[in-house]
């Protein structure tokens, strides 16, 4: 019996790669139980070839992928866009977690005011952390 081999995730392009860097914000789209799509805007991080992502455990989109791990994520600038689809890891480990939504944090955030209370708020809230690597991607980038 030949042993199961680790999936071939596509590679994000250079130009791809290049525009998911920047500090955008992502819309995730899930599954509502009744089938219906759920999209909500998040903050995320490249980690090699894919994207992670954290949200406050409660919210209806965390729960969806909890039942059902497929996910597509879109970053738009205009008409640009890198859209990442597949099934994503739940890391509900409450360090890393709370060490992802820190740095996400950090990059995203504008100036220094008010960071303090919110990494104080993210802290007193129970964090769940996604990890999309991508079966599926496609990008519209212009020159």
Do not use: C
């Not at 996910?71 to 409450?94: F, K, Q, T």
Request: glycine share 6%; proline share 8%.
């Amino acid at each position: 019996m030949t042993p199961p081999t680790a999936p071939d995730y596509p590679s994000l392009s250079p130009k791809a790669r290049a525009f998911l860097e920047a500090p955008r914000f992502a819309t995730v789209a899930t599954l509502n139980p009744d089938g219906s799509a759920l999209q909500a805007v998040v903050w995320y991080r490249l980690e090699g070839g894919a994207i992670v992502f954290n949200s406050r455990v409660g919210r209806l989109w965390p729960t969806n992928l909890g039942r059902d791990p497929r996910v597509s994520i879109l970053v738009a600038n205009g008409y640009d866009y890198v859209e990442l689809r597949g099934s994503v890891e739940i890391d509900a480990d409450p360090v890393r977690s709370h060490d992802v939504i820190a740095g996400l944090a950090e990059r995203y955030r504008e100036s220094d005011d008010g960071g303090e209370e919110q990494l104080a708020r993210f802290a007193a809230e129970a964090r769940v952390t996604f990890t999309l690597r991508p079966t599926r991607i496609f990008e519209r980038l212009s020159d």
